[in-house]
């Protein structure tokens, strides 16, 4: 199958301002709705919004009117009759998933969490005491949220997968209750193998919602779904609106779009591996599938290989889509300028698959997660490896880190000094807040000190 797949060559003025652009299509500032999107906005409110008017509007409605708001907007935009008896999956629902589940699946999920979970314990973050010579200490200590929502998609598939990579670094800071959200269609809170690795982990609240509703849902609570200290999970272009929307009245893990790899390569690595990698990421559809190499025969190699792959594979016209939307092959100079080009993508997932890949991390200040040598493919990180699959997106990864146990602690300090302790800093306490005309703060340090030094 052909592909019309976009070629950069880095030495033709404007490469680098066409990758940024590239990468922008799918930021959350893109605003990537399809027409189908645009028809049912113009549905459900009568008028054009733009995806944040929408969200906006959902969110408003959901804080204001409860469950009813939800339940409306369920029957609206995803086209099921949900009640307020229906919305929870019942702990007899997910029983039964479990009982009928595939037995190879629920072996799997066993190996793969206990995988995810030594690695999470590992740089779980550990309380930390100083002690002061002067006398007291000083402590930094960690504790779990209570309550997290995960929100897990399900529009075109289902991803027991983004409930694994979710739960178990919560369940290795430690929250007590984690409430699952996904929408109610056959890929969602319908699909027995998503129901049965919920079970599995010992999850028992799962709810029949997805979108912004759910998600506003979770924030400011609605009747039979209490609020959370935190949102995580993958979604659309709405859902990470609507995160980034009840910010400040939960946490959230990141505001992430669509999928995004970048792959450098060189002539060391087949070209079938550097196709399925990208042809990987785009069958998400829609996502972001760059290739950065300084070989012009493997840019041709890899061209012909997408071809053939895509013959071979289902989902295949959607992947094609996406990289034709949203794909390219670039030709740079060197690996001095593949190194800078990933820096500025600041991708997602990097692929580094060259003879000298593990020195080229060393170089690379920018990617949500790297993935070194031929043998490394994102497909690992996704599905089986350590770290969690819910990466930033768009460029965040400039600022932004990956999820993992430790997005899940909330940090606090503990201090404690005696007597001697609070001398020892007394002159400069007194010289700061005299300075600052907080005379109080110094009153209080003050009437502290033996009576010969007040």
């Known amino acids: 199958m052909s592909v019309n797949l976009r070629r950069i060559d880095t030495s033709q003025p404007g490469a680098a301002a066409e990758l940024t652009a590239l990468r922008n299509k799918l930021s959350v500032d893109g605003d990537m709705v399809s027409e189908a999107g645009r028809q049912k906005t113009l549905e459900v409110f009568g008028e054009p919004l733009t995806p944040a008017q929408t969200v906006a509007r959902i969110c408003s409605e959901v804080r204001e009117q409860g469950l009813s708001a939800v339940l409306d907007y369920t029957r609206k935009l995803d086209g ?31 190996s793969i969490r206990q995988g995810i979970l030594s690695f999470q314990l590992a740089i779980l973050h550990q309380d930390t005491r100083i002690d002061l010579e002067e006398g007291g200490y000083l402590r930094q200590r960690y504790l779990p949220l209570k309550r997290v929502g995960i929100c897990v998609p399900g529009g075109a598939a289902a991803y027991p997968s983004t409930v694994l990579m979710t739960a178990v670094p919560a369940q290795a800071a430690g929250v007590e209750e984690l409430v699952v959200v996904a ?124 071809a053939r792959q895509l013959g071979r594979l289902e989902r295949s016209e959607l992947a094609s889509q996406s990289l034709a939307e949203f794909g390219a092959l670039v030709l740079v100079r060197d690996r001095d300028e593949a190194i800078e080009l990933a820096n500025l993508l600041a991708t997602e997932h990097l692929h580094i698959a060259c003879d000298d890949a593990e020195e080229m991390v060393g170089a690379i200040r920018y990617a949500g997660a790297i993935f070194v040598g031929p043998y490394s493919p994102v497909a690992l990180g996704d599905y089986a490896a350590g770290p969690s699959h819910v990466l930033p997106t768009g460029a965040t990864a400039r600022f932004a880190s990956g999820l993992s146990s430790n997005s899940f602690l909330r940090s606090g300090s503990v201090i404690y000094f005696d007597q001697a302790g609070l001398e020892s800093l007394a002159e400069e306490v007194l010289f700061m807040a005299n300075l600052e005309g907080l005379t109080a703060h110094g009153a209080g340090v003050a009437i502290r000190r033996p009576p010969e030094l007040d």
Request: proline residues 7%; negative net charge; glycine residues 8%.
């Open 80 to 110: 099921k009759e949900i009640t307020a008896d229906t919305l929870r999956v019942s702990p007899e629902e997910l029983a039964a998933a479990h009982a009928f589940a595939d037995p190879k699946l629920l072996e799997t999920i066993h």
């Open 183 to 306: 929408p109610p269609t056959p890929f969602g809170s319908y699909n027995n193998d998503l129901l049965a690795t919920c079970h599995e982990l010992g999850i028992r609240e799962v709810y029949r919602v997805g979108g912004a509703q759910a998600v506003a849902a979770m924030a400011y609570g609605v009747e039979g779904l209490p609020p959370v200290d935190k949102i995580v999970g993958p979604g659309n272009l709405f859902v990470a609106l609507a995160k980034k929307h009840v910010y400040g009245t939960v946490d959230i893990d990141s505001i992430a779009g669509p999928s995004e790899v970048v792959v450098i390569a060189d002539d060391t690595t087949p070209a079938e591996y550097v196709a399925l990698d990208l042809i990987a990421q785009a069958e998400h559809a829609p996502g972001s599938s760059i290739l950065l190499t300084w070989s012009e025969k493997l840019l041709d190699e890899v061209q012909d290989a997408i």
